[in-house]
């Protein structure tokens, strides 16, 4: 079994103490023989028994649901008829949907937890308590909102959170379409924006060209999916407020937030992170044990991610790397994972979004959408050379320009697609 690298300040250790005692007690998923530690271990601190139990994944959560998590004499449809749990749903990009139960308030609650690891963000919501927020993003990610019929704007409105986009197909979006999410914007008077990388930077260069201002504006939370350096550079430009990278998915909830000096820092009361089976440059999985979800506990859940520790003991920050089965390998197996093709981009202008794909084993084709301009030839050839030194010495490598890229099905797009 894998024994991670304690990460010392992820949690004070009376609030994993707890959690596991309670999970393991209560919880049926865990009432198997793998999770009965023998005598010894049973004495040892919270952070080395964990490091004794089994990994799940999302088949654990769907096989058996809800009555694993319930226990057989539970009734969902009472539960949440009783409005004491939601229901949601992954987003399915790497796997089959799979349901996740949490508290009515459990969400918004561990959400803030997470954005006031930066303190710019928690001196802004101290000082707007009712802040209003924008969200961008593919209408079916993760559950939230899908929309079988056009919906009305109140509709489309959830406290105080307004969703302005209708459709997963942004690099489709009309110019109709865009006005009416600019106008709703503009009037909904927001304090922050909640994107997916890709639909915001569409809308940020949409009122870019028409001058299109938001006044009250204060900062860009990119979530969703793997934010890119390109990405980031013209939400920035376009909107000239800071924007923050918040990590996390549908069955942890967040667990990372972007510091106010650009740190990926741990939200301490939403989660135990272990990183594991690292490689030879310090990049593992992640896996993680949920603190605060009662009704869904995840003890070791692998959330198929690969992270990386930086900072010094007791300071601890991260560097998010991207979907491990997005990752590729050179003509000598090493693993490139989707950050470290991404920081081939740096520095170099005119790109909008791209997808590195694997046509044949070692044949890679980048499709790119220009922002303005796109890049010089200069750009693009240097661009060649770095992404060539990271794929190694036996590779083909075909840049293509297109206007046009499309989503998976759950509406997030994947920066990479390695043959698989």
């Known amino acids: 079994m894998t024994t991670p690298e304690f990460i010392p300040e992820t949690t004070p250790s009376f609030r994993l103490e707890e959690s596991l005692r309670d999970s393991l007690a209560r919880v049926p998923l865990y009432r198997q023989p793998a999770y009965v530690l023998r005598p010894g271990v049973r004495e040892l601190p919270a952070e080395d028994r964990l490091g004794n139990l089994p990994f799940i994944n999302k088949g654990d959560l769907r096989r058996g649901f809800p009555q694993n998590f319930l226990g057989e004499d539970a009734d969902l449809d009472a539960l949440v008829e009783e409005n004491l749990l939601e229901v949601e749903r992954t987003s399915g990009t790497s796997e089959e949907r799979t349901a996740v139960l949490f508290a009515r308030d459990w969400w918004l609650k561990q959400e803030e937890a997470a954005l006031r690891q930066n303190r710019l963000v928690a001196s802004w919501l101290d000082e707007f308590p009712n802040a209003r927020r924008v969200t961008i993003n593919s209408p079916v990610c993760g559950g939230d909102i899908s929309y079988a019929t056009i919906p009305t704007r109140l509709e489309r409105t959830v406290g105080n959170n307004t969703f302005v986009s209708l459709s997963r197909f942004p690099f489709l979006w009309d110019e109709a379409e865009l006005r009416r999410m600019a106008a709703e914007a503009q009037e909904w008077r927001p304090l922050f924006l909640d994107v997916d990388p890709v639909y915001g930077v569409l809308f940020a260069q949409f009122c870019e060209r028409l001058g299109i201002r938001l006044p009250s504006l204060r900062f860009i939370i990119s979530s969703y999916e793997f934010e890119s350096m390109v990405h980031r550079r013209i939400l920035e430009r376009v909107f000239n407020v800071p924007v923050f990278n918040l990590y996390g998915s549908t069955e942890t909830g967040h667990l990372l937030m972007e510091n106010e000096r650009g740190e990926m820092a741990a939200s301490l009361d939403t989660a135990f992170l272990e990183i594991v089976e690292l ?3 310090g990049v593992g999985e992640l896996a993680v044990t949920t603190l605060t979800n ?5 003890i070791r859940y692998r959330i198929g991610d690969l992270v990386e520790r930086r900072g010094q003991p007791f300071s601890q920050t991260y560097a998010v790397h991207g979907r491990a089965r997005d990752a590729a390998l050179t003509s000598d197996g090493a693993r490139v994972t989707t950050l470290q093709i991404d920081e081939c981009f740096t ?17 890679w084709r980048l499709r790119f959408v220009i922002d303005g301009n796109g890049p010089n030839a200069t750009e693009l050839a240097e661009l060649r050379r770095r992404l060539g030194g990271k794929l190694g010495g036996k590779h083909k490598l075909t ?5 046009l890229l499309m989503p998976e099905a759950s509406g997030k797009f994947l920066l990479g697609y390695p043959l698989r």
């Open 399 to 403: 840049l293509e320009q297109t206007d």
């Open 294 to 298: 009662h009704y869904m506990p995840l």
């Open 347 to 363: 520095a170099l202008s005119g790109f909008t979004h791209y997808q590195l794909v694997e046509q044949a084993r070692g044949e």
């Open 279 to 281: 490689d030879a440059v």
